[in-house]
C-alpha cells in the first residue's frame, strides 16, 4: 500500500484550521459552527486508523504514518491556535 | 475515463479529470457523517473545557464501523462507489481528527496533562484495536 500521504495532508491542514479559528476567538455564529464542522467533516480519524492497519504490522511505515499524523496534527492546531491567539 | 488531447492546458481541462460521481459520493456520505457526528456531539454532555467524551465517542465508533465495512466488503461484491460513499464519506465524516488534534492542545494548555496523555492513548490504542475487532467481527459475519 502507499503512504498514505493524502489523509494526512487533510489531516494536517484541518488541524492548523481548526486552531486558528478558534485561536481567533471568534463568537459562536453560524459561520464559525459551519467552518468548524466542516474541518471537522475534512478531516478523518477512522481512515488514519485503518490506513496505519493495512501498512503492516510491526512496520516502519505504519508507525511513521502514526506519529507524523500525531505529532503533525498537534503541533499544527498549537500552530494555529497561537498564530490567532 | 477518456483521456483529454494534451494539448489542451485551460483550466476546463483541468475539470474533465475529476471524478465527478465519486466526489458526489464521498460528498453525499460526507454530508450524513457530519450530520451524525453532530448529533452525537450533541447528545454526549461534553461541558467547556471538560474531556472530550463526545470527540472519543465518534473517533472510535467510527473507527469501528470502518473495520467492520471493510472485511464485509471484501466478502460481497460491493463497487467503488460504495466504498466512497460509506468509508469515505460516511465513516471519513463522522470521524474527526482535527477536533483530536486541537482537543489535545486544549487539555494540554490547560495543564491537564494526564488527561491529554490518557486521551490520545485512549484515543489511538482504542481507535488501532476497534478498527481490527470490527475486522475480525466482519470477516466472521457469513
Known amino acids: ?85 | 475515463m477518456a483521456p483529454s488531447p494534451p494539448s489542451s492546458r485551460s483550466s476546463a481541462s483541468v475539470f474533465r479529470h475529476i471524478d465527478w460521481a465519486a466526489l458526489g459520493a464521498v460528498a453525499g456520505g460526507g454530508l450524513i457523517g457530519s450530520a451524525a457526528r453532530t448529533g452525537v456531539t450533541m447528545w454526549v454532555p461534553t461541558p467547556q473545557g471538560s474531556f472530550p467524551t463526545a470527540v472519543l465517542v465518534v473517533n472510535l465508533t467510527g473507527s469501528f464501523l470502518l473495520g467492520l465495512y471493510v472485511a464485509r466488503r471484501e466478502r460481497a461484491i460491493t463497487g467503488r462507489r460504495s466504498l466512497q460513499f460509506w468509508a469515505i464519506g460516511v465513516l471519513g465524516s463522522f470521524t474527526t481528527f482535527s477536533a483530536f488534534g486541537f482537543d489535545v492542545v486544549r487539555l494540554t494548555t490547560a495543564g491537564r496533562l494526564l488527561a491529554a496523555g490518557s486521551y490520545v492513548a485512549v484515543s489511538v490504542l482504542g481507535g488501532l484495536a476497534l478498527v481490527l475487532a470490527g475486522s475480525r467481527i466482519g470477516a466472521a459475519i457469513k
Do not use: C, H, K, Y
Request: hydrophobic share 50%; glycine share 14%; net charge positive.
Open chain 1, 1 to 85: 500500500m502507499d503512504f498514505p500521504t493524502g489523509t494526512l495532508i487533510v489531516n494536517l491542514f484541518g488541524a492548523l484550521g481548526l486552531g486558528l479559528l478558534v485561536g481567533a476567538g471568534t463568537p459562536q455564529s453560524t459561520l464559525t459552527l459551519t467552518v468548524a464542522g466542516f474541518l471537522s467533516g475534512f478531516t478523518t480519524f477512522s481512515t488514519w486508523m485503518i490506513e496505519t492497519i493495512r501498512l503492516g504490522p510491526r512496520s516502519l511505515r505504519a508507525l511513521l504514518n502514526l506519529t507524523l499524523s500525531l505529532v503533525g496534527g498537534v503541533a499544527a492546531a498549537a500552530i494555529g491556535f497561537t498564530l490567532t491567539n
